[in-house]
């Protein structure tokens, strides 16, 4: 066995285009050597590389523009908020979708125009849509007719007038026909989302912004979501999920100009995944991983159009946006750890057990989702021999913080380090401080050159909100006390 066959799998089909996998294996990041970045920056590491980073944006815009026409792509900042990934893609044109008032300020700090952010989420608080309001936002989508009533007031009194998009919960009848499998996805990622389109909950909403001299109706929003999360997956599936949703809002968009109301911006969403395959595989079960091929960008797009194209009819066509974020920072980036200790074991599960520098706490989706992460050996190639142990790499943890489960590996020893692909989107944003372990730095790639832009995190930065005095009870001990105990052992 080689390690060619160690995910069942040729590693040049899954690895990116710019960290490649080439006779030395992974060993690089586009020009700049991952022992070069290791030594510079230590381990744990997540490495970006920027020039994934505008291959993913420039591939989605250009199949977008050349099947849809008019169409505006919006990085989904919720998958990472690093600084430097949103400059790279703003300053490649990308629009910013906000979910939050904090990523709002986020956005803004980093250099985003305002008439470039889109703002989402269910619920808004006033100083939210107040602060997005007065920036003059690309559009605020909007969740409900009570968050309407309070938008309205707050323009007025602002004394401005705001672009609205309304989010739209659909019916969803032809596509869970053919998926009865998606309605946990829908269950988990839709349910608290949008205004009905089969009750009239979303033609109230319509109304109520038209009728608003304060506020100005621009479209429909819709999020599908990445099946492979919860659902049955294959690429069929996800495609059909874009091609039905995007139908069931362009025919919701007839019936409102039914009533007078145009729909200039049909916003999709994302739910889109870069790359060639997605690993599957239920977390504390590595026996069902298996690799699942991706549709393509044109793939994901073209199914976007052909719903539009079913449902829309004669009018003119809308302005297509999409809302993605793990399309376009997921493969972007890569894990560097360092095996800190490698355990053998016969009991009950007859494999090693690979102790590195960091855990799953550091990307807690994965103990939530299917998703899995790619891992290999930095610096080693297709014609290194592969040790016949099922191999599970975990955390140094006090709880499940599995990486990777039953997988085949080289031959490893301590202080040898492993490369987990596909950490860009969900990972540094869903990481946890769990047993006091801090979170890694971030450091970006361009081309030869390479610059820390999230620093290590320290354990002063963990307790430095702490504001309970060192003697907090009368028996809590005195610094004298303590040194004392020290001295004794």
């Not at 309407?148 to 869970?176: F, M, N, P, S, W």
């Not at 302005?319 to 095996?339: D, H, R």
Request: aromatic share 6%; glycine share 10%.
């Amino acid at each position: 066995m080689k390690v060619t066959d160690t995910h069942g799998i040729d590693p040049v089909e899954i690895t990116p285009r710019h960290v490649p996998y080439g006779p030395d294996g992974v060993d690089r990041v586009e020009g700049v050597p991952l022992a070069t970045l290791l030594r510079e920056y230590g381990s744990p590491l997540w490495v970006f590389s920027s020039a994934q980073l505008r291959g993913n944006f420039h591939e989605l815009r250009d199949a977008a523009e050349d099947l849809l026409g008019s169409t505006e792509i919006a990085y989904s900042m919720k998958a990472n908020n690093n600084r430097a990934v949103l400059q790279t893609l703003v300053g490649e044109g990308a629009f910013v979708d906000c979910s939050s008032e904090y990523e709002l300020q986020i956005a803004v700090q980093a250099g985003t125009p305002a008439n470039r952010i889109i703002v989402n989420g269910n619920g808004k608080a006033e100083s939210y849509l107040t602060a997005a309001a007065a920036l003059g936002v690309r559009q605020i989508n909007v969740d409900s007719s009570a968050e309407v009533r309070r938008l309205e007031r707050i323009a007025r009194e602002l004394g401005v007038t705001v672009d609205c998009v309304v989010r739209v919960k659909l019916g969803y009848q032809r596509l869970l026909t053919v998926d009865p499998s998606y309605e946990r996805t829908l269950r988990v990622a839709e349910a608290k989302f949008g205004s009905s389109t089969v009750t009239g909950e979303a033609i109230d909403v319509a109304n109520a912004i038209t009728d608003s001299d304060a506020l100005r109706f621009r479209g429909l929003s819709h999020h599908a979501g990445f099946a492979g999360y919860r659902a049955n997956y294959r690429p069929e599936l996800q495609t059909m999920h874009l091609r039905e949703c995007a139908r069931e809002m362009s025919e919701f968009a007839g019936t409102l100009r039914g009533l007078g109301i145009d729909t200039e911006r049909l916003d999709v969403g994302g739910g889109l995944r870069s790359g060639k395959y997605v690993m599957l595989s239920t977390p504390g079960d590595g026996g069902d991983a298996a690799y699942h091929p991706l549709p393509s960008t044109r793939d994901y797009v073209a199914a976007v159009r052909q719903g539009i194209d079913e449902g829309w009819g004669n009018a003119p066509r809308p302005v297509v946006q999409f809302e993605t974020g793990g399309f376009q920072v997921a493969n972007s980036c890569v894990l560097l750890t360092t095996i800190q200790d490698v355990k053998d074991t016969e009991h009950f599960t007859h494999g090693r057990f690979l102790t590195v520098d960091t855990a799953a706490t550091m990307f807690t989706s994965r103990g939530s989702s299917r998703v899995g992460y790619p891992v290999f050996v930095a610096g080693k190639g297709p014609d290194h021999p592969v040790d016949g142990r099922p191999v599970e790499v975990v955390g140094p943890t006090c709880a499940y913080d599995s990486i990777a489960e039953d997988i085949a590996l080289p031959d490893v020893e301590v202080g040898d380090v492993l490369v987990v692909l596909n950490q860009g989107a969900y990972s540094e944003m869903t990481s946890t401080q769990f047993n006091g372990i801090p979170r890694p730095a971030v450091a970006m790639v361009d081309g030869e050159a390479h610059r820390l832009v999230r620093r290590r995190e320290t354990l002063s930065d963990i307790t430095q909100r702490e504001v309970s005095p060192a003697t907090l009870w009368p028996t809590t001990p005195s610094d004298e006390q303590r040194a004392g105990t020290h001295a004794r052992r």
